[in-house]
């Protein structure tokens, strides 16, 4: 049984950073792709980005480009979403997630199998 675990999250303020964390365990296949996604309150839940766990390629969300990096360390399991440049829009619950089928650059959530617990994440001006 495969199990994504979330750390990391709270509150802080505009302009300053954050990093979340993502820990596989189980036995996940070899390959896979790990994504984050958000969703805010009243808000459908967003894509943000991912990352191929073997060629660590990354894809990014339009909003989160150029101030979001998401990382990985394979001997950990772990992936990092380090998030700089906070902007309130950013204030959503976070969650990772984990496929084995389907492309990096695809961004839809249906394809994703595995899911973390979330955590929350509030920017205050």
């Known amino acids: 049984q495969v199990q994504l675990v979330q750390s990391g999250g709270g509150l802080v303020q505009t302009g300053d950073s954050l990093t979340l964390s993502c820990t596989v365990s189980g036995r996940p296949y070899s390959t896979y792709i790990m994504g984050w996604f958000r969703q805010a309150p009243g808000k459908e839940r967003e894509f943000v980005a991912t990352?191929?766990?073997?060629?660590?390629?990354?894809f990014y969300a339009d909003s989160v480009k150029g101030r979001f990096t998401f990382s990985r360390d394979t001997a950990k399991n772990t992936g990092y979403l380090q998030m700089n440049t906070l902007k309130r829009e950013d204030t959503a619950v976070y969650y990772c997630?984990?496929?084995?089928?389907?492309?990096?650059?695809?961004?839809?959530?249906?394809?994703?199998?595995?899911w973390g617990q979330g955590t929350q994440v509030t920017v205050s001006s």
């Open positions: 990352i191929g766990w073997t060629t660590g390629t990354t």
């Open positions: 997630a984990m496929k084995y089928l389907g492309l990096v650059t695809s961004a839809r959530d249906s394809e994703f199998r595995f």
